[in-house]
Protein backbone atom coordinates (compact mmCIF):
# COMPACT_ATOMS: atom_id res chain seq x y z
CA UNK A 1 0.00 0.00 0.00
CA UNK A 2 1.25 3.65 -0.99
CA UNK A 3 1.01 5.76 2.15
CA UNK A 4 2.63 9.50 1.88
CA UNK A 5 3.03 11.31 5.03
CA UNK A 6 3.22 15.74 5.28
CA UNK A 7 3.64 18.27 7.42
CA UNK A 8 3.03 22.08 6.54
CA UNK A 9 2.81 25.03 9.03
CA UNK A 10 0.50 27.84 9.59
CA UNK A 11 1.37 31.13 8.07
CA UNK A 12 -0.22 35.02 8.73
CA UNK A 13 -1.21 37.49 5.98
CA UNK A 14 1.43 40.47 6.36
CA UNK A 15 -0.93 41.74 3.50
CA UNK A 16 -3.58 39.73 3.44
CA UNK A 17 -5.84 37.95 0.78
CA UNK A 18 -10.05 38.78 0.93
CA UNK A 19 -11.97 37.79 -2.09
CA UNK A 20 -11.99 35.78 -4.87
CA UNK A 21 -12.51 36.72 -8.21
CA UNK A 22 -12.97 32.96 -9.62
CA UNK A 23 -14.65 30.72 -6.57
CA UNK A 24 -14.08 27.60 -8.52
CA UNK A 25 -10.43 27.82 -9.31
CA UNK A 26 -10.23 29.92 -6.13
CA UNK A 27 -8.32 32.46 -7.81
CA UNK A 28 -7.88 35.30 -5.44
CA UNK A 29 -8.58 39.22 -6.51
CA UNK A 30 -4.92 40.55 -5.22
CA UNK A 31 -1.73 39.00 -4.87
CA UNK A 32 -0.70 38.66 -0.64
CA UNK A 33 2.26 38.29 1.35
CA UNK A 34 2.69 36.32 4.62
CA UNK A 35 4.86 34.79 6.97
CA UNK A 36 5.02 30.56 7.39
CA UNK A 37 5.30 30.05 11.32
CA UNK A 38 7.55 27.40 13.22
CA UNK A 39 4.18 26.75 15.79
CA UNK A 40 0.67 25.51 14.68
CA UNK A 41 1.38 22.49 11.95
CA UNK A 42 -0.82 19.92 10.54
CA UNK A 43 0.78 16.42 10.15
CA UNK A 44 -1.69 14.05 7.44
CA UNK A 45 -0.97 10.78 6.18
CA UNK A 46 -2.80 9.22 3.12
CA UNK A 47 -3.17 5.70 2.21
CA UNK A 48 -4.23 4.41 -0.94
CA UNK A 49 -7.37 1.94 -0.36
CA UNK A 50 -8.50 -0.60 -3.04
CA UNK A 51 -10.02 0.01 -5.98
CA UNK A 52 -13.79 1.43 -5.75
CA UNK A 53 -13.52 1.44 -1.45
CA UNK A 54 -14.40 4.98 0.04
CA UNK A 55 -12.62 7.58 1.53
CA UNK A 56 -11.86 7.44 4.97
CA UNK A 57 -11.28 10.69 6.74
CA UNK A 58 -9.89 11.40 10.22
CA UNK A 59 -8.85 14.56 11.89
CA UNK A 60 -7.30 14.72 15.05
CA UNK A 61 -9.01 11.05 16.27
CA UNK A 62 -12.45 11.61 14.79
CA UNK A 63 -13.99 10.09 11.67
CA UNK A 64 -15.05 13.38 9.91
CA UNK A 65 -18.41 12.85 8.01
CA UNK A 66 -21.45 15.39 6.17
CA UNK A 67 -20.03 19.02 5.34
CA UNK A 68 -16.21 18.51 6.39
CA UNK A 69 -15.62 14.95 4.97
CA UNK A 70 -17.22 15.93 1.80
CA UNK A 71 -14.80 19.73 1.27
CA UNK A 72 -11.60 16.74 1.72
CA UNK A 73 -13.22 14.14 -0.72
CA UNK A 74 -13.29 16.67 -3.53
CA UNK A 75 -10.13 18.01 -2.74
CA UNK A 76 -8.83 13.89 -3.55
CA UNK A 77 -11.43 14.00 -6.67
CA UNK A 78 -9.28 17.30 -7.85
CA UNK A 79 -6.23 15.22 -7.43
CA UNK A 80 -7.77 11.83 -8.63
CA UNK A 81 -8.59 13.69 -12.21
CA UNK A 82 -5.00 14.28 -13.03
CA UNK A 83 -3.38 10.59 -11.96
CA UNK A 84 -4.16 7.60 -14.81
CA UNK A 85 -7.44 5.41 -14.26
CA UNK A 86 -5.97 2.45 -12.42
CA UNK A 87 -5.46 4.80 -9.77
CA UNK A 88 -8.03 7.55 -10.01
CA UNK A 89 -10.24 4.12 -8.86
CA UNK A 90 -8.74 3.72 -5.34
CA UNK A 91 -9.92 5.17 -2.26
CA UNK A 92 -7.64 7.23 0.30
CA UNK A 93 -7.44 7.00 3.65
CA UNK A 94 -6.87 10.51 5.06
CA UNK A 95 -5.67 10.78 9.04
CA UNK A 96 -4.50 14.44 9.96
CA UNK A 97 -3.19 15.72 13.28
CA UNK A 98 -2.99 19.78 14.32
CA UNK A 99 -0.72 20.61 16.38
CA UNK A 100 -2.46 23.47 17.95
CA UNK A 101 -3.00 24.72 21.32
CA UNK A 102 -6.38 23.01 22.02
CA UNK A 103 -9.18 25.62 22.27
CA UNK A 104 -6.86 28.52 21.23
CA UNK A 105 -9.55 29.14 18.19
CA UNK A 106 -6.41 28.96 15.93
CA UNK A 107 -6.88 25.55 13.81
CA UNK A 108 -5.51 26.37 10.30
CA UNK A 109 -7.27 25.47 7.13
CA UNK A 110 -3.61 26.80 5.43
CA UNK A 111 -1.26 24.30 7.07
CA UNK A 112 -4.68 21.86 6.61
CA UNK A 113 -4.53 22.04 3.26
CA UNK A 114 -1.10 22.52 2.42
CA UNK A 115 -0.27 18.67 3.98
CA UNK A 116 -3.20 17.63 2.43
CA UNK A 117 -2.17 18.28 -0.90
CA UNK A 118 1.87 17.27 -0.32
CA UNK A 119 0.47 13.51 1.01
CA UNK A 120 -2.25 13.41 -1.69
CA UNK A 121 -0.03 14.06 -4.43
CA UNK A 122 2.97 12.02 -3.11
CA UNK A 123 0.44 8.68 -2.29
CA UNK A 124 -1.39 9.20 -6.10
CA UNK A 125 1.92 9.80 -7.84
CA UNK A 126 1.05 13.06 -9.13
CA UNK A 127 4.67 14.21 -9.77
CA UNK A 128 4.21 18.06 -9.10
CA UNK A 129 6.94 20.28 -8.08
CA UNK A 130 6.62 23.23 -5.19
CA UNK A 131 4.93 25.17 -7.82
CA UNK A 132 2.50 22.84 -8.40
CA UNK A 133 2.25 21.81 -5.09
CA UNK A 134 0.95 25.56 -3.84
CA UNK A 135 -1.64 25.92 -7.48
CA UNK A 136 -3.09 22.34 -5.71
CA UNK A 137 -2.96 23.18 -1.98
CA UNK A 138 -4.59 27.00 -3.61
CA UNK A 139 -7.72 24.63 -4.83
CA UNK A 140 -8.13 23.54 -1.01
CA UNK A 141 -8.06 26.74 0.76
CA UNK A 142 -6.34 30.44 -0.80
CA UNK A 143 -4.23 30.59 2.24
CA UNK A 144 -3.01 27.08 2.03
CA UNK A 145 -0.94 27.52 -1.49
CA UNK A 146 1.36 29.86 0.75
CA UNK A 147 2.18 27.42 3.38
CA UNK A 148 3.85 25.69 1.12
CA UNK A 149 7.08 27.65 1.83
CA UNK A 150 8.38 28.53 4.76
CA UNK A 151 9.49 32.38 5.79
CA UNK A 152 8.27 34.88 3.47
CA UNK A 153 6.36 33.72 1.09
CA UNK A 154 4.16 36.25 -1.72
CA UNK A 155 0.97 34.81 -3.50
CA UNK A 156 0.70 36.21 -6.84
CA UNK A 157 -2.70 36.75 -8.36
CA UNK A 158 -2.06 35.78 -11.31
CA UNK A 159 -2.82 36.67 -14.89
CA UNK A 160 -5.91 38.80 -14.17
CA UNK A 161 -7.35 38.37 -17.89
CA UNK A 162 -7.86 34.50 -18.42
CA UNK A 163 -8.50 31.96 -15.51
CA UNK A 164 -6.82 29.17 -17.43
CA UNK A 165 -3.64 31.23 -17.70
CA UNK A 166 -4.84 32.80 -14.18
CA UNK A 167 -5.02 28.93 -12.65
CA UNK A 168 -1.43 28.40 -14.19
CA UNK A 169 0.13 31.62 -12.63
CA UNK A 170 -1.68 32.19 -9.22
CA UNK A 171 0.68 30.48 -7.56
CA UNK A 172 2.85 31.11 -4.18
CA UNK A 173 6.97 31.91 -4.10
CA UNK A 174 9.34 32.34 -1.38
CA UNK A 175 10.65 35.76 -1.02
CA UNK A 176 13.93 37.05 -1.04
CA UNK A 177 14.75 38.17 2.43
CA UNK A 178 17.27 39.91 3.61
CA UNK A 179 20.01 37.47 6.24
CA UNK A 180 19.36 40.46 9.20
CA UNK A 181 15.99 40.57 9.02
CA UNK A 182 14.99 38.38 12.06
CA UNK A 183 11.11 38.59 12.92
CA UNK A 184 9.10 36.94 15.12
CA UNK A 185 4.66 36.70 16.00
CA UNK A 186 3.02 36.73 19.37
CA UNK A 187 0.12 35.63 19.13
CA UNK A 188 -2.98 36.87 21.44
CA UNK A 189 -5.45 34.38 22.07
CA UNK A 190 -8.71 35.75 23.13
CA UNK A 191 -12.06 33.90 23.84
CA UNK A 192 -13.63 33.57 20.27
CA UNK A 193 -17.64 33.17 21.54
CA UNK A 194 -20.01 32.16 18.94
CA UNK A 195 -18.82 30.93 16.08
CA UNK A 196 -18.75 34.08 13.36
CA UNK A 197 -19.27 33.40 9.47
CA UNK A 198 -16.53 31.46 7.79
CA UNK A 199 -14.06 33.08 5.64
CA UNK A 200 -15.09 31.66 2.35
CA UNK A 201 -18.73 33.05 2.42
CA UNK A 202 -17.90 36.15 4.38
CA UNK A 203 -15.23 36.86 1.24
CA UNK A 204 -18.32 36.30 -0.98
CA UNK A 205 -20.84 38.60 0.79
CA UNK A 206 -17.87 41.46 0.89
CA UNK A 207 -17.10 41.20 -2.86
CA UNK A 208 -20.69 41.21 -3.94
CA UNK A 209 -21.85 43.55 -1.37
CA UNK A 210 -18.97 46.27 0.19
CA UNK A 211 -18.76 49.48 -1.62
CA UNK A 212 -14.88 49.75 -0.30
CA UNK A 213 -13.45 46.41 -2.14
CA UNK A 214 -12.77 48.08 -5.13
CA UNK A 215 -10.47 50.36 -3.57
CA UNK A 216 -9.04 47.28 -1.14
CA UNK A 217 -8.14 45.58 -4.63
CA UNK A 218 -6.25 48.26 -6.11
CA UNK A 219 -4.40 49.37 -2.69
CA UNK A 220 -3.62 45.71 -2.19
CA UNK A 221 -1.29 45.49 -4.91
CA UNK A 222 0.93 48.42 -3.73
CA UNK A 223 0.88 46.95 -0.27
CA UNK A 224 1.92 43.52 -1.91
CA UNK A 225 4.84 45.28 -3.80
CA UNK A 226 5.85 47.55 -1.14
CA UNK A 227 6.19 44.67 1.61
CA UNK A 228 8.13 42.54 -1.21
CA UNK A 229 10.53 45.52 -1.09
CA UNK A 230 10.59 45.75 2.41
CA UNK A 231 11.28 42.29 3.67
CA UNK A 232 14.09 42.43 0.19
CA UNK A 233 15.75 45.28 2.17
CA UNK A 234 15.28 43.89 5.74
CA UNK A 235 12.87 47.14 6.80
CA UNK A 236 10.84 45.55 9.91
CA UNK A 237 9.19 49.19 10.62
CA UNK A 238 8.04 50.05 6.66
CA UNK A 239 6.64 45.84 6.64
CA UNK A 240 4.93 46.29 10.27
CA UNK A 241 3.22 49.30 9.15
CA UNK A 242 2.16 47.85 5.75
CA UNK A 243 1.33 44.98 7.92
CA UNK A 244 -0.90 46.77 10.37
CA UNK A 245 -2.34 49.07 7.68
CA UNK A 246 -3.40 46.23 4.99
CA UNK A 247 -5.16 43.95 8.38
CA UNK A 248 -7.29 47.42 8.88
CA UNK A 249 -8.03 47.64 5.30
CA UNK A 250 -9.28 44.32 5.25
CA UNK A 251 -11.37 44.76 8.40
CA UNK A 252 -12.98 48.24 7.01
CA UNK A 253 -13.74 46.27 3.47
CA UNK A 254 -15.48 43.82 5.77
CA UNK A 255 -16.94 46.18 7.79
CA UNK A 256 -18.98 48.15 4.75
CA UNK A 257 -20.61 45.09 3.23
CA UNK A 258 -23.94 44.48 4.13
CA UNK A 259 -24.84 43.14 6.16
CA UNK A 260 -21.51 43.73 7.65
CA UNK A 261 -18.61 41.40 8.62
CA UNK A 262 -17.10 41.75 12.06
CA UNK A 263 -14.45 39.71 13.49
CA UNK A 264 -13.18 42.51 15.65
CA UNK A 265 -14.44 41.91 19.38
CA UNK A 266 -13.34 44.75 22.21
CA UNK A 267 -11.19 42.62 23.92
CA UNK A 268 -9.31 42.52 20.01
CA UNK A 269 -9.42 46.81 20.02
CA UNK A 270 -7.75 46.33 23.49
CA UNK A 271 -4.55 44.28 22.44
CA UNK A 272 -4.58 46.87 19.30
CA UNK A 273 -4.30 49.81 22.18
CA UNK A 274 -1.67 47.60 23.87
CA UNK A 275 0.21 47.73 20.56
CA UNK A 276 -0.02 50.77 19.54
CA UNK A 277 1.09 51.52 23.32
CA UNK A 278 4.00 49.52 23.00
CA UNK A 279 5.09 51.49 19.93
CA UNK A 280 4.99 54.98 22.08
CA UNK A 281 7.45 53.20 24.55
CA UNK A 282 9.84 52.52 21.25
CA UNK A 283 9.27 48.89 20.86
CA UNK A 284 8.40 47.85 17.27
CA UNK A 285 5.09 45.86 17.38
CA UNK A 286 2.42 45.80 14.53
CA UNK A 287 -0.79 43.97 14.86
CA UNK A 288 -2.61 41.66 12.05
CA UNK A 289 -5.87 39.83 12.43
CA UNK A 290 -7.84 37.19 10.09
CA UNK A 291 -11.08 36.02 9.95
CA UNK A 292 -11.48 36.00 14.08
CA UNK A 293 -10.98 37.82 17.06
CA UNK A 294 -7.59 36.75 17.81
CA UNK A 295 -4.37 39.21 17.24
CA UNK A 296 -1.03 38.35 16.42
CA UNK A 297 1.49 40.88 16.74
CA UNK A 298 4.82 41.52 14.26
CA UNK A 299 8.23 42.10 16.12
CA UNK A 300 11.62 41.80 15.77
CA UNK A 301 12.85 38.52 17.32
CA UNK A 302 15.10 40.16 20.00
CA UNK A 303 11.71 41.49 21.45
CA UNK A 304 9.64 38.82 21.62
CA UNK A 305 9.37 37.92 25.28
CA UNK A 306 9.09 41.71 26.30
CA UNK A 307 6.17 41.96 23.93
CA UNK A 308 4.50 39.10 24.89
CA UNK A 309 4.98 39.70 28.03
CA UNK A 310 3.27 43.27 27.75
CA UNK A 311 0.39 41.97 25.64
CA UNK A 312 -0.36 39.22 28.41
CA UNK A 313 -1.39 42.34 30.76
CA UNK A 314 -5.30 43.23 30.37
CA UNK A 315 -6.54 46.12 31.42
CA UNK A 316 -8.90 44.31 34.23
CA UNK A 317 -5.57 42.73 35.84
CA UNK A 318 -6.14 39.36 34.55
CA UNK A 319 -3.86 37.58 31.98
CA UNK A 320 -4.07 37.09 28.70
CA UNK A 321 -3.03 33.62 26.56
CA UNK A 322 -0.15 34.58 24.71
CA UNK A 323 1.58 31.85 22.23
CA UNK A 324 5.30 33.02 21.03
CA UNK A 325 6.19 31.66 17.35
CA UNK A 326 8.94 32.43 14.81
CA UNK A 327 9.53 31.88 11.49
CA UNK A 328 9.12 28.53 10.07
CA UNK A 329 9.48 25.70 7.50
CA UNK A 330 7.46 24.84 4.45
CA UNK A 331 5.63 21.73 3.21
CA UNK A 332 7.98 18.56 4.09
CA UNK A 333 6.79 15.29 2.58
CA UNK A 334 8.16 11.45 3.75
CA UNK A 335 6.89 8.45 1.79
CA UNK A 336 6.02 5.50 4.40
O1 LIG B 1 -7.67 30.63 2.82
P1 LIG B 1 -8.85 31.03 3.61
O2 LIG B 1 -10.13 30.80 2.87
O3 LIG B 1 -8.84 30.43 4.98
O4 LIG B 1 -8.78 32.63 3.82
C1 LIG B 1 -7.85 33.25 4.65
C2 LIG B 1 -8.15 34.68 4.83
C3 LIG B 1 -7.37 35.43 5.88
O5 LIG B 1 -6.77 34.54 6.79
C4 LIG B 1 -8.32 36.33 6.64
C5 LIG B 1 -6.29 36.31 5.26
C6 LIG B 1 -5.10 35.60 4.68
O6 LIG B 1 -4.52 36.13 3.71
O7 LIG B 1 -4.70 34.54 5.20
New binding site residues.
Given amino acids: MTAVSAVAHA???LV???GKRDGALMLPATS?V?LTLDAFRTTTTVTLLPEGAPDEVELDGVRLEGAPRTKVVRFLDLVRSQVPPELAGRGAGVVSRNDVPTGAGLAS??SAFAALAGAAAGAYGLDLDRRGLSRLARRG????SRSVFGGFVRWNAGDLDDPVRGDETSYAEPLPTAPDLDVAMAVVVLDAGPKAIG??EA?ASTVATSPYFPAWVEHTELDAAAATAAIAAGDLTVLGEIAEASAMR?HATMLAAYPAVRYLAPASLEVLDAVAALRADGVGAWATM??GPNVKVLCAARDLELVGEALALAPDGARRRVLLARPGPGLRTETL
Fill in positions: NIAKYWSSSASGSASRMMDA
